[in-house]
C-alpha cells in the first residue's frame, strides 16, 4: 500500500512541499476568482448574469490542487457555538444521555 501523507489544514508545515509549491502559484488566480465573485454578489439584482472572467483559471487551478489532495488524507476540526437550545438542553440531561440518544437515533437510520 502506497504512503499517504496526512495534512493537518491548519498547520502548513504537514503540508507537502508539492502542495505548498502548487497552492502558491494558483494563488494569483483563486484570488482573482474570489474578488471578481465577492464584486459580481455586490451587482444585486442586475437582470443580465453576470460571469466571472476568472472563472477558467479557477477550474484549472482547482483541478491541478485537487490531484495533489488526492494523494493525502486530511484530518480536521468543526467547532460551532451551541444554541440557546442545545446549552439548555446540556445543563438538563448532561451530554451522556445526549451522547446515548444520539447514538441510539443514527443507529436506527442506518448512519
Known sequence: MENINEIIINEIDSYPEDLIKLLK???KDLSRYLKEEQRI???H???NPVINKYKANWNLSIG???KVLIENRFVGFHCSRLTDKEIGI???KRFSSIIRTTCQRKSRKGF
Request: charge should be negative; aromatic fraction near 0%.
Open 25 to 27: 502559484s494558483c494563488e
Open 45 to 47: 439584482q442586475d437582470p
Open 90 to 92: 446540556i445543563s438538563k
Open 64 to 66: 491541478k490542487i485537487e
Open 41 to 43: 454578489c455586490n451587482l
